[in-house]
């Protein structure tokens, strides 16, 4: 078997993944459509494993492609595109009439932006940071928002006015400049590159477990805020 007729073997691994970060993504639709929003919220944060699986699996296989990189912003703008913006409205802003669906349209046209300016913007496969906050991590930040605030499938018309203002928060940062770092690797050296942020994982691990996962939504807006803080910091530093 020549080198040649072994590369799409081994892109089927990583794309597979992705295939399956599209699929939940789709499924989460069926289920707002359904009413289910927290069972939606969940199959958003499966989508994002998948969607982090198949950034390992390429890196592990030494498939990366940009065929992969397509179908993975395919995939994203659906998952955390649509399925957190079609979520957020029709269990936060759908009471605001016109104004909500404003809200939500302005999470997916800024989602999609953010995907399109980072396809334009890649040279190469390999990340050191993201520019603007990344989509994943604002469809997870909602869905967070959701499994927190969320009583019997109900989110109380009280939070709209921060259900509106962390939408539009979102929306802006995918599109700013601000600097959002990449996870570490799970290896030796990817733990001395990043140690803060490997120590942030390991924190927010036993958070998750002392609290039976209600900090899941304070983790997720203090990786949003650090963005931004962090951001300052360096350019203070740059500048002096």
């Excluded at 390999?126 to 869905?143: D, M, N, S």
């Excluded at 979102?170 to 001395?192: A, C, D, N, Q, W």
Aim: glycine letters at 6%; a positive charge; proline letters at 3%.
């Amino acid at each position: 078997m020549t080198l040649q007729s072994m590369k799409p073997t081994k892109r089927i691994f990583p794309n597979s993944f992705t295939s399956l970060n599209l699929l939940c993504g789709f499924l989460s639709i069926l289920e707002i459509a359904q009413q289910n929003y927290v069972l939606a919220a969940w199959l958003i944060g499966a989508a994002a494993i998948f969607d982090a699986l198949d950034g390992v699996a390429a890196r592990i296989t030494k498939s990366s492609s940009q065929f992969g990189v397509e179908l993975d912003s395919l995939s994203d703008v659906v998952s955390f595109g649509v399925a957190p913006a079609f979520l957020i409205y029709e269990i936060g802003l759908k009471r605001l009439d016109t104004l909500g669906i404003i809200f939500a349209g302005i999470f997916l046209l800024c989602g999609a932006f953010r995907l399109a300016r980072f396809n334009t913007q890649l040279v190469g496969f390999k990340k050191e940071y993201f520019v603007g906050l990344p989509i994943p991590t604002a469809a997870l930040t909602i869905a967070a928002y959701i499994l927190v605030f969320t009583t019997d499938n109900y989110l109380s018309s009280s939070y709209s006015f921060y259900t509106s203002a962390l939408v539009l928060t979102l929306s802006f940062l995918m599109v700013s400049r601000f600097r959002y770092e990449t996870l570490p690797h799970l290896t030796v050296r990817g733990v001395k590159e990043k140690p803060f942020h490997f120590s942030f994982i390991i924190i927010s691990v036993v958070s998750l477990l002392l609290t039976n996962g209600k900090s899941i939504f304070l983790i997720f807006l203090f990786i949003v805020l650090f963005g931004i803080f962090n951001s300052v910091y360096l350019k203070l530093k740059k500048n002096k």
